[in-house]
């Protein structure tokens, strides 16, 4: 019987010494694949793995996971994980896992950084005086984040940490999630609302939603016009989650007056994308999560999530109903 193999699909970063010298030490085989090699990968030593980690950009579907012959789980290599098919992978006795409570302070961190930035205006002043000028009026309207509302769709572990974050700015924090129990929001002084009061009532609205069915597109153009005019919106969850059409129009109507991502729906984008090019929206490259603690966090207690299955116990942050153990 051979070594166990751990397959890593992997564009983003560029080494895995932290994985090696956590295998190595497990006697475990294991590969790194890039995008242009994901199919001769897979045939050669893809569906005989025992465990595999796959980064957001790879789309891990039915096709695939179907032909894994050892698999015990996939684990994507993030919070996010609609890039695996979970029904697909249930069906197969795989367990797709995420790393959910990672990175926790760096997105909240980076989502409150992007709403002073946009409601500062920032950006503006920034362009201002780099081309010689000296304006501090040439910006208006700004109005003070104290007595001001942030909406948070979503209350999970991010969205929890925002709300204490905020709430040192002297806003008001409401929130909408249908899946959290009221006693939560009580516990930490969130007002839980419908999504119609949610957008309502934010003056600032931000995202903290996984990109499901349900939520994909749940931003439109209708939804938009619901939040009070003069009013800000940031993402830092899922592009998707926003129509950004919708959003470009809205913001052109001057309904909206500007948006801080970090997520769009295609990544990179097209460089003609004209959300990028209005001056009311900042755009950051999915870079919410990033810190050199961060990166060894996810990376090492992720290698050690897949280890965990492989030796026949259940992982952490399970995200499928796995009905057959294989």
């Given at each position: ?56 950009g790879f789309n ?29 992978s249930a069906q ?159 913001i052109k109507e ?73």
């Amino acid at each position: 019987m051979g070594k166990k193999r751990v397959w890593i699909l992997d564009d983003e970063w560029f080494t895995h010494e932290l994985e090696k010298e956590i295998y190595t030490e497990h006697d475990i085989e294991f590969k790194v694949t890039r995008s242009e090699s994901f199919k001769n990968d897979f045939e050669s030593f893809g569906k005989d793995a025992d465990g595999i980690v796959a980064q957001v950009g790879f789309n891990f579907g039915a096709a695939y996971i179907s032909r894994l012959t050892k698999c015990k789980i996939i684990a994507s290599s993030g919070v996010g994980f609609n890039h695996i098919d979970l029904n697909a992978s249930a069906q197969k006795g795989i367990y797709v896992t995420n790393m959910a409570d990672y990175c926790i302070g760096e997105v909240s961190d980076h989502t409150i950084a992007l709403a002073l930035i946009v409601s500062r205006r920032l950006r503006a002043y920034n362009e201002q005086v780099k081309n010689g000028q000296w304006d501090p009026l040439d910006t208006l309207p700004i109005h003070r984040l104290q007595g001001r509302t942030v909406g948070l769709l979503g209350f999970g572990r991010i969205a929890k940490e925002v709300a204490k974050k905020f709430k040192v700015f002297g806003v008001n924090v409401i929130a909408h999630d249908k899946y959290v129990p009221e006693e939560v929001f009580t516990k930490l002084g969130v007002e839980s609302v419908t999504l119609e009061e949610l957008l309502e009532r934010s003056n600032i609205l931000s995202l903290h939603v996984p990109l499901t069915k349900e939520t994909e597109g749940l931003i439109n153009y209708e939804r938009l016009k619901q939040l009070q005019k003069g009013s800000i919106i940031i993402n830092t969850c899922r592009g998707a989650i926003i129509n950004e059409d919708d959003l470009t129009l809205v913001i052109k109507e001057g309904h909206i007056a500007g948006a801080g991502l970090d997520v769009l729906v295609e990544e990179p984008p097209n460089k003609d994308l004209e959300l990028l090019h209005l001056d009311e929206v900042y755009v950051t490259p999915h870079s919410s999560y990033v810190s050199i603690e961060s990166e060894y966090e996810l990376r090492s207690r992720t290698a050690l999530n897949v280890i965990r299955a492989m030796d026949g116990e259940v992982p952490e942050f399970v995200q499928n109903d796995v009905k057959v153990k294989v």
